[in-house]
C-alpha cells in the first residue's frame, strides 16, 4: 500500500511541473487495411453461419453449407466451359466429317442416276431396233406369201380359194391356212365346201390352243351331222375343246352323239373319244 501510495505521488507531482507538457505524437491505427479485410471476412463468414443455425434450427431439415467464396465456383465453371469447348470442337469435326459423306452419297448418287438414264436410253435403242426388225419380217413373210389373201381381200374363185387354204395347211403354215379358211367362210358363207372349211379351221385354231374359236368352228362345221369323212373328228376334237374350256358335260353330250351319229366311225376316231369320255368323266 505504501508503495502504491508513493507511485501515485509521483505521478501527480510529474503533472505538476510548470511548463512540462506530453509530446503530441500519432499512434499508428491498428486496423490497417489487411486487417479490415480480414475482420470483413470474419463477419461475413459468423453472419453465415448464424443464417445455418437459424435454417436448421427453423426448418429441422438438413443444412446445406455453400461456400462463401467464389473461387470453386469460378473454377467448376471453368471446367465446364473447357468441357463444352471440347464437346463443340468434337461436334465440329463429327458436321465436317457428315458434310463429307454427304458430299460423297450426292456425288454417287448423280453417277448412278447418269449410269441408270445411259441404260434407259440403250433399252429404248434396242425396243426400237427389236420393232423395225419384227416389222422388216413380218413385211418379209407377207411378201414371201402371195397365195395367201390379204385381210379384207374377198376371194372371188370358190375352188381356188379353197385348195390354196387347204395346200397353206399341208404346208404347216397354220398362221396362214387360218387366214385363208377364215377368208373363204367369210367370202362363201353359202357353198357346200363351207362346212369343211369351218372344220379344217378349226383344226388350225385347235393346234394353237384357241379352243373357244375351235369350238365354234367345229360346232358350225357338224351343224346338221353331215355324212362326211371329217364329220366324227370334228364331233371328237369339238369335246376336246368344252373339256380344255372346263365344260366337261358338253363334252359328254357331243360323245353321246357321235355314238347316235356316226356308229361306224373309223377305230382311231373311237379311241380318242373313249380317251376324252374318260378325261370328261362321262357316266359309261
Not at 390354196?164 to 385363208?180: F, H, K, M, P, T
Not at 364329220?231 to 357321235?258: H, I, M, N, Q
Request: proline share 6%.
Amino acid at each position: 500500500m505504501k508503495l502504491k501510495a508513493a507511485l501515485l505521488a509521483s505521478v501527480l507531482a510529474l503533472t505538476a511541473v510548470p511548463g512540462l507538457t506530453w509530446a503530441q505524437t500519432a499512434m499508428p491505427d491498428p486496423l490497417d487495411d489487411r486487417s479490415v479485410k480480414r475482420l470483413d471476412k470474419m463477419e461475413k463468414v459468423v453472419r453465415e453461419l448464424r443464417a445455418i443455425v437459424f435454417q436448421g434450427r427453423d426448418t429441422g431439415k438438413p443444412v446445406v453449407v455453400q461456400p462463401a467464396e467464389t473461387d470453386a465456383q469460378i473454377a467448376a465453371m471453368s471446367e465446364r466451359m473447357r468441357d463444352l469447348e471440347q464437346t463443340l470442337t468434337k461436334l465440329n469435326g463429327q458436321n465436317e466429317s457428315l458434310t463429307h459423306d454427304l458430299d460423297v452419297a450426292r456425288q454417287a448418287n448423280d453417277s448412278q442416276k447418269a449410269r441408270a438414264d445411259a441404260l434407259d436410253q440403250r433399252l429404248a435403242a434396242l425396243e426400237k431396233r427389236l420393232a423395225d426388225q419384227e416389222a422388216a419380217a413380218a413385211a418379209a413373210a407377207t411378201a414371201a406369201t402371195p397365195s395367201v389373201p390379204l385381210a379384207g381381200a374377198a376371194p372371188t374363185d370358190p375352188a381356188a380359194a379353197f385348195k390354196s387354204a387347204r395346200q397353206l395347211l399341208l404346208d404347216g403354215d397354220y398362221g396362214g391356212a387360218e387366214q385363208a379358211f377364215g377368208g373363204y367362210v367369210a367370202a362363201f358363207p353359202d357353198s357346200a365346201k363351207t362346212p369343211e372349211a369351218r372344220y379344217w379351221l378349226g383344226e388350225t385354231q385347235f393346234v394353237r390352243e384357241a379352243y373357244s374359236d375351235a369350238a365354234g368352228n367345229y360346232l358350225g362345221a357338224i351343224r346338221g351331222w353331215p355324212q362326211t369323212s371329217w364329220a366324227p373328228d370334228a364331233v371328237v376334237k369339238l369335246s376336246r375343246s368344252l373339256v380344255a374350256l372346263k365344260k366337261p358335260a358338253d363334252a359328254c353330250k357331243a360323245l353321246d352323239e357321235l355314238s347316235k351319229r356316226y356308229p361306224k366311225a373309223p377305230p382311231a376316231v373311237v379311241s380318242k373319244a373313249t380317251a376324252t369320255r374318260v378325261q370328261a368323266k362321262c357316266a359309261s
